[in-house]
């Protein structure tokens, strides 16, 4: 049963495929580095459903937070390094410095403040090494809804009506239930 991050954690660290895909992005050495979404929710959502094997996702997501180089080609270049590190992964790599001017927001501070603005509650989370090696959950809007199976939409994607239309054309498109049965999607 998961009940807390360390839970989460744990539940991370005994899938041997998710610490090599995590040790392989520490080797990059980024500044501000996560791996989220995903990567994170699908691990709980299919050990929630009692699913032996992992639901493929369709890309990992690398962000990281460097202000003073957002040339776009270097994501590409990092993207590159990963992909002869560990072929047959599907590595996005984003720097979370220049993302916001992507996605038309005000700028980020740090790659857990663009976590915060996922467009919902059971993505906005991420897995990263600390200098000591040890593995690190962000989850900077709780991790309740994930562990409750519950998709809603972060405070920022209610904050005005653009973005609450977008949450709502994201669960349309995505249409998670019919991979985890279990969810409980709102709108």
Not at 7 to 31: A, E, F, N, R, V
Not at 130 to 158: M, Q, R, W
């Amino acid at each position: 049963m998961i009940q807390n991050k360390e839970d989460i954690l744990k539940l991370i660290q005994s899938d041997k495929k998710m610490m090599q895909i995590i040790k392989t992005t520490s080797s990059l050495d980024l500044p501000d580095w996560w791996i989220c979404a995903g990567f994170v929710r699908s691990k709980i959502w299919d050990t929630l459903h009692g699913f032996n094997d992992r639901t493929e996702t369709p890309d990992v997501d690398v962000i990281y937070f460097d202000n003073t180089n957002i040339d776009e080609n270097v994501e590409k270049g990092l993207e590159s390094n990963l992909k002869r590190l560990m072929p047959g992964i599907p590595w996005s790599v984003k720097n979370q410095a220049r993302m916001h001017v992507m996605n038309h927001f005000p700028p980020y501070t740090s790659s857990e403040d663009a976590i915060s603005k996922f467009p919902e509650t059971a993505t906005a989370l991420g897995v990263t090494l600390d200098k000591d090696n040890h593995l690190v959950l962000a989850s900077p809007c709780g991790i309740e809804d994930v562990l409750h199976l519950e998709l809603k939409p972060t405070p920022y994607f209610t904050e005005t009506k653009e973005r609450a239309a977008i949450y709502r054309e994201r669960m349309m498109k995505k249409n998670w239930k019919a991979i985890w049965h279990k969810l409980k999607v709102h709108y």
